[in-house]
């Protein structure tokens, strides 16, 4: 990243920190791109879902690796400050007191918000691997649809996913070493928004 894009990144981070968006917006802001991405508050499936995942994984999971709905995670270098929906990470990566280093992460799952899936489909995937993250599952409680990207390789000078597969709600997810199990997910009852 040049100069000039590490100082906006700067600014835009001192401003994140002192800033507190007003309602309906949730509290965690994202940067990404040079952008400030405010978020509106998830609707009660999208975070049930997302708690959903976390119970399914965690039973799942080696000793001092955890999956939580909780937790920023940060690359000043791509100018990327995120908030995946659930973490998988070893429990010693959250012992700090500065947002998770993204190379920490085994996988990151986003739950489409249904006020803004492009953050998931778009942005989310081109930065995902190039912030070192190996798995990243996109559920979409929209359309009951799914999507799990792995195998990082760098294509035309920078890392993006090699590996793509589809799901949809009612499939068992291989996710790593580990199994999400969709059919215990909840969808959207109003459509997209």
């Known amino acids: 990243m040049n100069a000039a894009k590490r100082e906006i990144y700067r600014h835009l981070r001192e401003f994140a920190e002192h800033f507190t968006p007003p309602a309906p917006f949730s509290s ?6 040079g952008h400030l991405i405010m978020m509106m508050s998830p609707a009660g499936r999208h975070d049930l879902a997302a708690l959903r995942i976390e119970r399914q994984l965690q039973p799942q999971l080696p000793a001092g690796v955890v999956a939580t709905t909780s937790g920023d995670i940060e690359d000043p270098e791509l100018g990327q400050l995120r908030r995946p929906d659930v973490l998988v990470l070893p429990e ?18 986003e739950i489409v918000s249904p006020s803004n899936p492009e ?36 294509k035309s000078g920078a890392p993006e996913y090699a590996a793509r597969v589809p799901y949809a709600f009612g499939d068992k997810i291989p996710l790593g070493d580990w199994i999400v199990d969709t059919g215990e997910l909840p969808r959207y009852q109003d459509g997209p928004r």
């Not at 965690?28 to 791109?33: A, F, G, K, T």
């Open 92 to 109: 010693a990566a959250m012992d700090t007191d500065v947002p998770i280093s993204p190379q920490a992460l085994f996988a990151a799952v």
């Open 28 to 33: 965690h802001v994202e940067i990404s791109d």
């Open 119 to 154: 953050n998931d489909y778009d942005s989310k995937l081109r930065h995902y691997p190039r912030l070192g993250i190996p798995h990243y599952l996109i559920i979409d409680p929209r359309d009951g649809t799914c999507v799990h990207y792995w195998a990082i390789t760098v």
